[in-house]
Nanobody
């Protein structure tokens, strides 16, 4: 499984970005996909996850009601729509996959990782 994250960039506070995580090597079936982020000097933290069917999602409290995770099975892609961005959202964002039907939030639960995409939110 290979994951490719894209869509990062520089945006002003209050703005929006949409990140994409495209799979290759196999389909999304039976894999949950998560988004994590890592700010300079901080540990990698959970942001959001979506089940393989797309029927279940979970979010970190810090992004709830601002970020939306979704998937397009036909395109083998998972998206993270980020609205009302804040400077504290600045980080490298990573997507990851876990072979599970139960959504989990720990970094160590995820088996496959893509390279990160940088999101910078200016004040």
């Amino acid at each position: 499984v290979q994951l490719q994250a894209s869509g990062g960039g520089l945006v002003q506070a209050g703005g929006s970005l949409r990140l994409s995580c495209t799979w290759s090597g196999r389909t999304l079936d039976m894999y949950a996909t998560g988004w994590f982020r890592q700010a300079p000097g901080k540990e990698r933290e959970f942001v959001a996850a979506i089940s393989w069917s797309g029927g279940s999602t979970i979010y970190a409290d810090s992004v709830k009601d601002r970020f939306t995770i979704s998937r397009d099975g036909a395109k083998n892609t998972v998206y993270l729509q980020m609205n009302s961005l804040k400077p504290e959202d600045t980080a490298i964002y990573y997507c990851a996959a876990d072979y599970t039907v139960i959504l989990v939030t720990a970094v160590y639960d995820y088996d496959f990782w893509g390279q990160g995409t940088l999101v910078t939110v200016s004040s």
